[in-house]
């Protein structure tokens, strides 16, 4: 997905025009504050947290350099800086407060599985709770947000091809935990072309 052309009209005008600024905050601030949400838990820091992300932005919206990925790319990457330093400051155990929305859809309507289906997404949600910090991220960032493997790697600081490669060890790991439990029934969505993951990360 690249940039779109409205973003780059208004990025062009924000250095020196605040209402430009501000029809990007409008159109990003809830994705951005939906993300750190995720990555702290807590709906106060998430607030502040986005507060500063928007401040960092405004401040430096002058070197802002177009790679080809949304704009929004570049305010999860200073979002992800921000929240990785608040969990280093308080020396916290990344805990991401996943729900629902991160298990594959698919799910009945009929009303007789519904209590199945629901045990079943909670104990997916605990087992995807245990998985490393970086892995969290990376699967919020590709089922809550919705984001390329570019566009992840670019937040993270990985290549595309590293993103991929985590991706398919994370989905391994959760096979091999989900395969151990009752929920070994459940699928676990492949990524497209995984087999041409490339390097490790």
């Not at 949400?37 to 002058?62: C, K, P, S, W």
């Not at 809550?144 to 091809?161: C, D, F, P, Q, R």
């Amino acid at each position: 997905m690249g940039q779109a052309p409205e973003d780059l009209e208004l990025i062009r005008r924000a250095a020196s025009d605040p209402d430009a600024f501000g029809e990007l905050y409008v159109r990003y601030v809830r994705r951005i504050y939906s993300y750190i949400y995720y990555r702290t838990g807590d709906h106060q820091d998430a607030e502040d947290l986005t507060a500063r992300v928007f401040q960092r932005a405004m401040h430096h919206i002058g070197r802002y350099r177009d790679q080809g990925v949304p704009f929004s790319a570049w305010l999860y990457r200073i979002a992800h800086n921000l929240v990785a330093n608040w969990h280093r400051d308080r020396s916290r155990r990344q805990i991401v407060p996943l729900d629902e929305r991160i298990v594959a859809s698919g799910v009945s309507s009929h009303p007789e599985f519904a209590a199945v289906q629901a045990e079943e997404q909670r104990q997916l949600l605990e087992l995807v709770r245990t998985l490393p910090s970086e892995r969290q991220e990376l699967l919020i960032l590709k089922f809550v947000e919705h984001l390329s493997n570019a566009e992840i790697g670019l937040i993270m600081g990985k290549t595309e091809g590293a993103i991929k490669s985590l991706y398919h060890r994370t989905l391994s790991s959760l096979r091999f935990s989900l395969a151990g439990s009752e929920l070994g029934s459940i699928d676990v969505p492949d990524e497209p072309g995984i087999e041409d993951a490339g390097e490790e990360v």
